[in-house]
């Protein structure tokens, strides 16, 4: 299960009011969605270690058909609902919307994220007196974030491309300036083979932080880092960042329709172990918390 990564906009300080917040959210009805059709908050809000999760059901009309006794086809009776999980991690100042594909017509991602912020914005507004607002992540454009993890942690393995287009290299991969050179020319003007993407890794016990070849590509002008795999000394265990996920955040061994109960516990607790990259996540309005 993988969810949309949002940034929650503003200062507001939430500390202590997280329980507020799933109590009034359990004390919400029905809303009536048009057409007969309602949408509701679930009452197995779950609020855990600074981490809220919940999940709003969506009635739809269905477009599918039942055999009937007389094996003619019929409408299927009653409504049914659809069920999508939502979290906010008040530490990070994120909210997570899961990544979800509707076939009804009536259901579709984006009025699903319209009904669950006008309802949590209601609920801010009474509990926090702020609005709510979640801002769309955006992938980086640039390496700077992966540098910091390159430069202050054990790096393990990882994925430049684009080095095709590696045009001069300037920094000094050795620490003699003889070698240097040699190196440089090497790079920048000696090897034709056109090389465009290279993936690294390490063994358990070794790193990648002074392999020159690495450090020539990760410098080299216009590459792009794709993926990066570290040792974190204070989480105490390797983190994997890959870029093309940066705006998700996936909740490892989920099904879409798993319990209720299990899965907003493997929210908390995955949302709890990885807290240093939601809140290295920048929003499309331009900010970033950085550890």
């Known amino acids: 299960m993988d ?31 048009g057409q007969g059709l309602r949408y509701v908050i679930n009452s197995d809000v779950e609020y855990e270690r600074g981490v809220l999760v919940g999940s709003i059901s969506e009635e739809f009309i269905p477009n599918s058909y039942e055999v009937n006794e007389d094996k003619s086809l019929g409408k299927l009776k009653g409504e049914p609902f659809e069920r999508t999980i939502f979290a906010i991690d008040f530490n990070s100042r994120s909210f997570l919307l899961q990544n979800r594909r509707y076939a009804p017509k009536n259901l579709e991602p984006g009025r699903t994220l319209n009904r669950l912020t006008e309802i949590l914005n209601d609920a801010f507004n009474t509990i926090f007196r702020a609005p709510f607002v979640p801002l769309p992540s955006l992938l980086p454009e640039g390496n700077e974030m992966f540098l910091r993890w390159f430069n202050v942690n054990k790096v393990t393995a990882i994925d430049v491309s684009n080095i095709n287009q590696r045009g001069t290299l300037r920094e000094n991969i050795y620490s003699e300036e003889s070698f240097n050179q040699s190196f440089k020319k090497f790079w920048n003007e000696d090897d034709d083979s056109k090389l465009d993407v290279l993936r690294i890794r390490s063994k358990a016990d070794g790193e990648l932080n002074k392999n020159p070849i690495v450090l020539a590509a990760i410098h080299s002008p216009d590459v792009v880092i794709d993926k990066i795999k570290y040792y974190d ?47 290295n996540i920048r929003s499309e309005n331009g900010n970033e918390e950085r550890n």
């Open 3 to 33: 969810f949309k990564i949002y940034r929650i906009f503003g200062d507001t300080n939430y500390d202590g009011k997280g329980e507020e917040v799933k109590q009034y959210l359990k004390d919400l009805d029905f809303f009536e969605a």
């Open 233 to 279: 000394s204070e989480e105490d265990k390797p983190i994997t960042v890959e870029r093309n996920k940066l705006d998700k955040f996936v909740v490892k061994d989920v099904a879409r329709d798993e319990e209720s109960a299990t899965a907003f516990q493997q929210v908390i607790n995955q949302v709890n172990e990885n807290r240093r990259i939601l809140r």
